[in-house]
Every structure is written in C-alpha cells, then in structure tokens.
C-alpha cells in the first residue's frame, strides 16, 4: 500500500528537466535524464539523483578540471554525438525492418502461388542479377534480403501460425456455425476432408473460412470422418452447442442413416443435451457459398 502512494506521489509531482541541470553533465530524452558521459538514465527529475551521479562517477574524471567555457563546448559537443548515435540507430532498425517484411512478402508469394520452399534462392539470384545490371550501389540492401529454404519454410510456419491463431480468436466470438464437409482423394491417392466454417457473431458478422484441410489415412468410414471433425472442433475451441448445420455431400460415408458421418454430428449434440435443432443439408455444397472453391479459400488464408 506504501508503496503505492508514494508512486503516485511521485507521478503526480510532474517532474520536469531542468536546463540548469546540465552542469552535471546530463540531458532530458524521451522524459528521463540521460548521463552525457557514461549513458546512463535516472528515472526521476531529481536534482539530488543528478548531483549524486555526478559525485559519485564523475567528479574524479577531466570533466570536473574543465573551466565553465571548456565545460559547455563539452557539452554541446557530447549532446550532438548522442543524437547522432540515435539517428543512426534509427535508420539501421527502418532498414532492417524493411529487410525482414520483403523475407516475408517474398515467402508469402511462395506460398501462394504453390512453389517449392527452395525457390526463394533462386528468386534471389534472378534479384541480384537485375540489381547489377540497373543498379549496383544498391547490392548491398537487397544482399541482406534472406530466402534460404529454411528461412522461407520458418516465415511461412510463422504466418500459418499467424493465420491459426486469427481463426481461433474469430471462431471464439461465433454465436452460431454450420460446418461444410468436402471429401476428395489429392495426387498421391490420400483423401482429404475439407471442412469449412460458416460462422456469425452477435453483431451480426458472418465469417467464412476453411477451418481444416485433414489428410484421412487408411479407411474413410462415416466414423473416421466424424472423429476428424470432432478433433479440428476441439483444436479451434468449438462450442458444439452453437453448430446450427452440417452440409455434406451425398456419399454413404456423409449421410448413412446409422453411421454417416452427419447423422453421428447430431446424435452428438443431441447425446450432449444441446436443445438447438441441427439442420443437415445434402448435395448442394458445391453450389452453397458456405463452400467456395479451395484455392480461393488456401489463398485467402494467407
Ligand atoms: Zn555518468
């Protein structure tokens, strides 16, 4: 409790740098007292925090020698370097910066246009090669741009992970969902369950996303598919009670009567006591615009 009062007593003094201070040698910036000689800051605008500074680290030095002429030219002389090193600073973290978002901008085309995570070398020599041909005093700012393969694998993960968490906050805020399930088998013959939400808040803000593309290895029961939807339900923290409608396509493994993976969602919700009626619909996903088409959906996701 003390020691609230006195931070507040503190806050509320509204301390300011006073000019007259800089006989010992110190400056204000971004609202503290910076030391000109060693750098250090002192948190309150005291005077006593400046004078006990000085005589304890600086009085032995050449600074307290300097006649008050020798002593301001110090000064002025130590203010201008430190400002220099900041502006410096700056500009090093803006052009880091910029290095960074190009690694990331370049990766997310990659990732969009379904190329392999290697490619980003070669985009990299393809750059340098324009750049010493049009412009080779710039070589050295694109030359830090890093697109290694493992670097352009580590940024996609980063904005997957990005993306994820996104979905995750978006589908916390559902107060009703209907999920949209799309079965198909990819280039290496291994089925692919798409599952797709639909989901609207309370202020009334409908969202669309995919939420899960889930690789079914080994059979492809009604059981299989309803154990996939479960599980990506609880890796996006799913409140069941909120499913409104399921939308499958025709296939016995969808909508058979006793182990369909549809009919199983709602015995589900009926098993948990969810009062709310489940609408399931049938055959119409490719025409429902809960389903758009898949790599509009991937590249929307990135
Ligand atoms: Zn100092």
Not at 73 to 79: T, Y
Not at 136 to 145: H, Q, T
Request: with cysteine; hydrophobic share 40%; aromatic share 6%.
């Amino acid at each position: 409790m003390s020691a609230i009062v006195k931070k507040r007593k503190v806050d509320l003094e509204c301390r300011a740098f006073n000019p007259e201070w800089e006989k010992y040698f110190f400056t204000e910036r971004f609202g503290q007292a910076q030391c000109l000689i060693c750098l250090k800051t002192v948190a309150v605008l005291k005077e006593y925090n400046m004078r006990r500074h000085w005589e304890t680290q600086h009085q032995a030095s050449s600074f307290a020698s300097m006649f008050a002429a020798e002593r301001k030219e110090a000064i002025v002389k130590l203010s201008g370097n430190l400002q220099k090193s900041t502006s410096l600073f700056r500009k090093q973290t803006t052009e880091a910066d910029k290095v960074t978002r190009t690694s990331y901008e370049v990766s997310r085309l990659l990732a969009r246009r379904m190329k392999p995570f290697t490619d980003g070398d070669f985009i990299k020599e393809c750059i340098m090669v324009v750049i010493d041909s049009l412009c080779p005093e710039k070589r050295s700012a694109f030359e830090s741009v890093s697109l290694s393969p493992r670097t352009v694998c580590r940024r996609i993960e980063e904005m997957s992970d990005s993306v994820n968490d996104s979905l995750k906050t978006c589908c916390s805020n559902f107060d009703a969902f209907s999920l949209a399930l799309d079965e198909s088998t990819d280039m290496k013959d291994t089925t692919q369950l798409a599952i797709f939400i639909r989901g609207v808040t309370a202020a009334l803000q409908v969202y669309e996303e995919l939420l899960q593309l889930v690789p079914l290895h080994g059979t492809t029961t009604g059981q299989d598919i309803f154990d996939a939807v479960l599980q990506c339900v609880k890796q996006h923290s799913l409140d069941m009670s909120r499913l409104a409608c399921v939308t499958t396509d025709s296939a016995p493994a969808m909508t058979g009567k006793k182990k369909g993976a549809a009919p199983l969602l709602m015995r589900y919700c009926e098993a948990a006591r969810h009062t709310q009626p489940i609408h399931k619909v049938h055959c119409i996903i490719h025409k429902s615009p809960c389903a758009p088409s898949l790599p509009t959906l991937l590249m929307s996701c990135l």
